[in-house]
């Protein structure tokens, strides 16, 4: 099976000034990210404000990467939603619209309380696009759920047929550690967390999906090369770079500072959506000063 490798951007949806998603603007960021060395497309996830959006908007969004990625890069759409149905109806869509892969978060305000019941959860999602790849993902910060991640993949690996892995967005390296060697490695675990990406590769990590790599694919692709040629300070000096642009974005609401950040590169992606708060024209001043001072730009 298809497996994700190397540096997979968690993509934004731009929004227009009205805050009515902007379809137009997802071509010219598809072909920069592409130009710039990302191997795949990770869709309304967190980053693209999937759980902001209405089922029509993501599926609009969706079909409007797919489309542009014309098949260069795999297009991984999330389809994570608390209604399950709706959940379902969206992996249908990927599927339609010739997506690669899906991936989905378990519902997260009522919480799933067993291994079995997340089984139950995802399954009925995954059968939605029975042709494709499913990675479940793993994002318990934000979902709530603090199931054993462990547990559900050696029980869900028999029972959800395209299950094929999970996106883990977490910091436990020696439980991403236990999900990559899990029957032999049968599972392609991909790392959510950007600013740990050098620790994951000494795990074992091939693959990982974040928001950062819109902005500074570059940056970890010279981190990942000098990983594998052995040169581990350099390495470093790379990952140090990356936990500094990290804080510096973290100083604002973060996905409304990314948004920015890729303005101030020439894609206009707008503002955020409510509940996270898009940034001021004197913030966004301020964090292009403390991105230079950082030597980011
Ligand atoms: C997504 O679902 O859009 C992302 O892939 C999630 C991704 O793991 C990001 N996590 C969150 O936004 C919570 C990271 O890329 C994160 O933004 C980065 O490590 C900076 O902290």
């Known amino acids: 099976a298809q497996k994700i490798d190397g540096l997979v951007a968690a993509t934004y949806t731009p929004l227009g000034d009205d805050g009515t998603i902007n379809t137009a603007a997802v ?3 598809t072909n920069h ?6 191997s795949g497309l990770y869709v309304c996830g967190s980053t693209g404000e999937g759980m902001s959006l209405s089922s029509d908007e993501r599926k609009t969004i969706a079909a409007a990467y797919v489309r542009a990625a014309a ?3 795999p297009v991984i759409v999330q389809v994570g939603h608390n209604s399950l149905a709706d959940a379902r109806s969206l992996a249908e869509h990927a599927q339609q619209i010739g997506a690669d892969m899906i991936s989905a978060t378990c519902p997260s305000y009522f919480k799933v309380g067993t291994v079995a019941g997340m089984i139950d959860c995802m399954s009925e999602v995954a059968q939605g696009a ?3 790849p499913f990675y479940y993902y793993h994002i318990p910060a934000l979902t709530g759920s603090a199931l054993d991640v462990v547990d559900f993949l050696k029980i869900a690996g028999d029972r959800i047929a395209n299950l094929v892995g999970l996106k883990y967005t977490d910091t436990k390296l020696h439980e991403f550690q236990e999900c ?11 790392w959510g967390c950007d600013e740990m ?3 994951a590769l000494a795990t074992g990590a091939r693959g990982a999906i974040g928001s950062t790599y819109n902005i500074a ?3 970890y692709q010279r981190l990942i090369t000098a990983f594998r040629e052995g040169h581990l300070t350099e390495a470093r000096q790379w990952q140090s770079m990356s936990v500094n642009m990290i804080r510096t974005l973290n100083h604002f609401p973060f996905h409304p500072a990314m948004k920015a950040v890729l303005g101030m590169q020439g894609f206009d992606m707008g503002g ?4 996270q708060e898009s940034l001021s024209g004197e913030d966004i001043s301020r964090l292009q000063a403390e991105l230079e001072a950082i030597g980011f730009f």
Not at 33 to 38: C, T
């Open 27 to 29: 071509a010219p960021i």
């Open 33 to 38: 990210l592409i130009q710039s060395g990302v």
């Open 71 to 73: 098949g260069r890069v």
């Open 130 to 132: 029975p042709d494709l």
């Open 180 to 190: 990559l060697e899990l029957d032999n490695g049968r599972f392609d675990v991909v």
């Open 197 to 199: 990406l050098l620790g």
């Open 217 to 219: 694919a570059p940056l």
């Open 272 to 275: 955020c959506r409510l509940p």
